[in-house]
């Protein structure tokens, strides 16, 4: 069970689509698939049956170097029987600016049955160059990154205000990630447009297959399937993930402020 909050944030931050950013200069104007109040709750669980506890995320608004920015929360906790054994307190920061949609601080602060880390990292766009202040170590390092690097979280709302109607069933998608101090490539394969139901009805979702790489948080036999609203908001909606002992799940379990209706399908 090592990780699994981990695993969550770690796909929630992938489980999106690749477009180029249209550049406006008016951020004003423009249409985000989400907004200042909006607030998600997943909950966790271990072959099916298991509560393995909660994740949340939360948007606000915030401000860096006179440029308005969100700032989102992600929170993992372990509960119930689970925490007994294996107690979880996770805790995930993205401050990214409004008009480019990049990050420009992420703060990862965890506690995994007893496997910590504390970690601040400062993006600089203009020498394209990340800082990592390790506070478990007291060490600062620097990294070369990409121009158009995400962090684990800011990932998931850079890529939920794409446009994704282009498509297809197999396409795959790649998306750069900075995490364990290095950049990963991480690929995503559409798979189709089906309706699932959730706790609140039947919704349209899109699914996606994530194609992880071996050696890192999954193995090479895991498989895992990610579902996510077919409207403007592009919310997670589910996920699954068969892993080498038993299963894991994360079920949208309550949200507010979404930017967009939430469409729920109701039978006549």
Same mark, same amino acid.
């Not at 900075?178 to 189709?192: G, Y």
């Not at 919310?235 to 080498?244: D, M, T, Y």
């Given at each position: 069970m090592k990780n699994y909050i981990y695993i969550l944030i770690f796909l929630i931050s992938a489980l999106s689509f690749g477009q180029s950013v249209k550049s406006e200069n008016d951020i004003s104007k423009k249409k985000y698939a989400f907004k200042s109040g909006e607030?998600?709750?997943?909950?966790?669980?271990?072959?099916?049956?298991? !509560? #393995?506890?909660?994740? $949340?995320?939360?948007?606000?608004?915030?401000? !860096?170097?006179?440029?308005?920015?969100?700032?989102?929360?992600?929170?993992?906790?372990? $509960?119930?029987?689970?925490?007994l054994f294996f107690k979880v307190e996770d805790d995930y920061q993205t401050f990214m600016y409004k008009e480019s949609l990049k990050p420009y601080r992420f703060i990862r602060k965890i506690n995994e049955g007893g496997y910590t880390k504390d970690q601040e990292i400062f993006f600089d766009h203009t020498t394209n160059l990340a800082t990592v202040n390790n506070y478990k170590h007291e060490t600062v390092e620097k990294y070369k990154i990409s121009s158009e690097?995400?962090?684990?979280?800011?990932?998931?709302?850079?890529?939920?205000?794409?446009?994704?109607? !282009?498509?297809?069933?197999?396409?795959?998608?790649?998306?750069?990630?900075?995490?364990?101090?290095?950049?990963?490539?991480?690929?995503?394969?559409?798979?189709?447009?089906?309706?699932?139901?959730?706790?609140?009805?039947?919704?349209? #979702?899109i699914a996606f297959r994530p194609l992880v790489q071996t050696g890192r948080v999954f193995k090479e036999q895991e498989s895992v399937t990610v579902w996510v609203s077919d409207d403007k908001n592009k919310?997670?909606?589910?996920?699954? #993930?068969?892993? #080498?002992v038993g299963s894991l799940r994360a079920d949208l379990d309550a949200f507010k402020g979404l930017a967009h209706p939430f469409n729920i399908i109701f039978d006549n």
């Open positions: 607030w998600l709750k997943f909950r966790m669980s271990y072959s099916n049956f298991l !509560n #393995a506890g909660y994740s $949340t995320m939360e948007v606000r608004g915030a401000s !860096n170097n006179g440029k308005e920015a969100f700032h989102i929360l992600g929170k993992g906790k372990s $509960t119930g029987l689970i925490s690097i995400q962090d684990m979280l800011s990932a998931l709302y850079f890529l939920r205000n794409q446009e994704i109607s !282009n498509l297809k069933e197999g396409d795959n998608i790649e998306l750069k990630l900075f995490m364990d101090d290095e950049i990963t490539v991480f690929k995503l394969q559409f798979l189709e447009k089906e309706i699932i139901k959730t706790k609140f009805g039947k919704v349209r #979702a919310i997670p909606l589910l996920i699954k #993930a068969s892993l #080498a």
